[in-house]
RNA sequence: GCCUUUGUAGCUCAGAGGUAGAGCACUUCCUUGGUAAGGAAGAGGUCACGGGUUCAAUUCCCGUCAAAGGCUCCA
C-alpha cells in the first residue's frame, strides 16, 4: 500500500504505508532531515518519527516554526525533569510546559531549597544528559497503569492530572531514566538541544491557586546553537539597557520614594514634561471628536461605589475608608472614574438629541494592588487615566466607537507604536448567562464592533468569553522595539453601569430609554503608557514629545551671551531649548547631550556668532551644518507636524 | 500576600568579624578649548531600619521596610 503526502508547497509524494515525516524528510534532503523538530500532519502536530496515518497533508517543523520551538522547549523542559530528577532523587514534578520564551517545569522538592547557586550544576547535568542522545520514547498506556506508576512513585501531582484524563487518551514519553505523563510531541533526541540556561527560580502555587502548595518553578531556555542562546542573552541584555525603571533615573524622569510610599511615582521636572504633553496631545483631539472636559474629586462617598457595585466587588481589595471625625460617613479615594461621570450624566434629564454626550477626564485613580505586584510605572497603587465615558443611543454605539478607534490609531502613530494587535473580546460561546444586558443588545453591540474594526485595515483577532460580564470589548495589544506585547488603550461597552446608575434619556417617543455607555482610554494610563513608550523608544522621544528640543552648546563662556538670545527665539517659536552654561569643552558638552539623548545640538561659537547662525548636530547623527534659527525652528516644527499627523 | 534573591556615597559597584573603598556625578580653583570624557584639589556614608550572638557587627542570626524575578489578582 502506499500513501499519498501533501507537502505544504503543494506537491504530493508517494511513500509506503507506515512511513514517518522523518523518513519524508530524509527523502527531501539529509539537511532537512537533521533539522526536522517535529511534523505537522493533518494539522496536529506530532512526534516526527510516528508513522503516517494515511493519506496526508504534512509539514515539517523546524527551529524557524513555532510550532516547532514550542515543541524544542517542551522537549527542554522533560530534560531539566531528567536532570533533577538525577540530582535530587525522590522530587515530584507537577507541570513542564514551553513558554514564550522557554520553558518552566513546577516540582516540589520536599525539604531542599533550591538557589540560584545550583543553576549551574543543574545546566551542567543537562548537558550531560543531553549528550547521550536519548530518544523520546512514546508510550500508549491504559489509565490503571499510568494511576500504579505514580501511585508507586508516590507522585500526587501527576495523579491528580491523570484524573482529569480519560482511560485510552494517556501517553507516557521516556527519554533516559525519565518518564513523564504527557501528551507530546517532542524532538527525535535530546541531541538537538545544544545550548543550555536555567534562567530562574520561583515559587508558584499548584494550578495557579494560592491555597494550595506552592512549588519551585525553574525556567530555562535552550536552543540548538550556541551563538542562538548568545544572541538571546544579548536581547535581554539590550531589554535591560532600555527598562523604562532604568532610564526613567538616567534621564531624570521619575521616582519613588520609600516615604511617600511603594507604587506611588513622583514625576520629575522633565517627566512631567512628557505627561503634560500628552495630555495635550489628547485633549486637542478629544476636542476636535466633540468630547468634553469634566473633572471630578479624589474621594467619593461609600454609596456611590454601592450604587456601582463596585464596592461589593473590590471594597476589600480597595484602601480603607476615611471616615468623617464627627459623622462617621466613609468615602474612597476613587478606583475609576465612571461612577463620577455617571452622577454629571444623571445631573440634568438628557433628550435622545444631544446623544452622544462624551464626558473626558484625566482622573487620577487609586487602586490597592498587591506588593508583590508592583512594577515600575507598569504597576502601580496612584494612576493617570485618560478616561472617557461616551453615554449614546444603542443605534450610535457603532459609529461611536470607530471615533474611537479612530483616535487611538492616531495615538498609536504619533507614537511610532505601528506593531500591534487589536482584540475583540465577545461572549462566551456557549453559555449567555453570566452577563448582565439584554441578549438583543449584546448580540448589536458585537457585531457592530465587529463591523467597526473590520472597516479598519488594523489586525485584529476575536476572543470568545474574554467579554467584561458587563459588555464586549476590544483591547490594543501594542509590540515594542523588543517584541514584548503590552496591552494599553481599551475601548469596552457597558450595559452594567446605566442600569445600575438607572441612566435615562427621553426619546423621540416621549419616552425613558436607558443609554448605552462606551469606557474608553487610549492611552490606557499615562504612567504605564509612557514606560512602554521609553522602552520602545530607548529614551528617543519623537521630536513633539521630548521633555527639551534642543540644548545649545557655546564653544566657550565668551558665547554664553549670544546663546541665550538664541534660546530666546526659540522659544518664541516655541521650540523647548536651553542653554549648557557649564565651563567645559564642547566635546565634553556634546557627548553629555548625546547621553541625555537631547534631539539636536546646537553650537555656537565665534563663527555662529558673528553670522548669527547656530551649527546644527542632531542625536545619533551628527553635523548638520549650520542655519540661521528661525530656519531651524521652522524645520523642527515641520517635522513635528508631520510626526503627529502620521505622515512621514 | 506567597517563593527566591538583593539592600554599602546622588548613580554603578568593590570590600571585610576589629567601626569603609573605586569610577562617574557634585563643589572650588586652573584652563577659554570647534563636534562623544581638559587638569588639580575638596566635600560626601548611622554600610536600609530594629533586635540578637560576640570583647567587638556594617559583615553572622532573626524580624521589619524597600527593590528585583516569578506566582496569585487586576474595576
Known sequence: MKINVTLPDGNVREYEEGATAMEVARSISEGLARNVLAAKVNDEVRDAD????????????????????????????????????????????????????????????????????????????????????????????????????????????????????????????????????????????????????????????????????QLTRLYGVTFPKQKELEEHLAMLEEAKKRDHRKLGRELELFTFSEKVGQGLPLWLPKGAALRERLVNFMKTAQEKSGYEQVSTPHIAHKDLYVTSGHYEKYGKDSFQAIKTPHEGEEFFLKPMNCPHHCEIYKSRPRSYKELPIRLAEFGTVYRYEQSGELHGLTRVRGFTQDDAHLFCRPDQVKDEFKKVIDLVLKVLKALDLNDFTAQVSLRDKDDHSKYIGSEENWAKAESDIQEAVGETDMKYVVEYGEAAFYGPKLDFMVNDALGRQWQLGTIQVDYNLPERFELEFVGSDNQKHRPVMIHRAPFGSLERFLAVVIEHTAGRFPLWLAPEQAIVLPISDKFVENARDMVRILKDSDIRASVDERNEKIGRKIRDAELAKSPFMLIIGEKEAAEGTLSIREHGQGDLGTMAPDRFATMVNERIEAQLSGDR
Request: charged fraction near 30%; glycine fraction near 8%; hydrophobic fraction near 35%.
Open 50 to 213: 510516528r508513522p503516517l496515518p494515511g493519506d496526508c497533508t504534512l509539514s515539517l517543523l523546524t527551529w524557524s516554526d513555532p510550532e516547532g520551538k514550542n515543541t524544542f522547549w517542551h522537549s527542554s523542559a522533560h530534560l531539566l525533569a531528567e536532570a533533577l530528577e538525577a540530582l535530587y532523587p525522590g522530587i515530584k514534578f507537577g507541570i513542564g510546559p514551553p513558554i514564550s520564551n522557554g520553558f518552566y517545569y513546577d516540582v516540589d522538592l520536599g525539604d531542599k531549597v533550591l538557589t540560584d547557586a545550583d543553576f549551574a550544576a543543574i545546566e551542567a547535568k543537562m548537558k550531560e544528559l543531553a549528550l547521550r542522545k536519548s530518544v523520546f520514547q512514546r508510550r500508549e498506556v491504559p489509565k490503571q497503569e499510568a494511576v500504579a506508576y505514580y501511585r508507586e512513585k508516590g507522585d500526587e501531582y501527576k495523579l491528580e492530572l491523570l484524573e482529569g484524563l480519560r482511560d485510552g487518551e494517556i501517553t507516557f514519553y521516556t527519554q533516559g531514566d525519565f518518564t513523564d505523563l504527557c501528551r507530546g510531541p517532542h524532538i527525535p533526541n535530546t541531541s538537538f538541544i545544544k545550548a543550555i540556561k536555567v534562567m530562574s527560580l520561583a515559587g508558584a502555587y499548584w494550578r495557579g491557586d494560592e491555597k494550595r502548595k
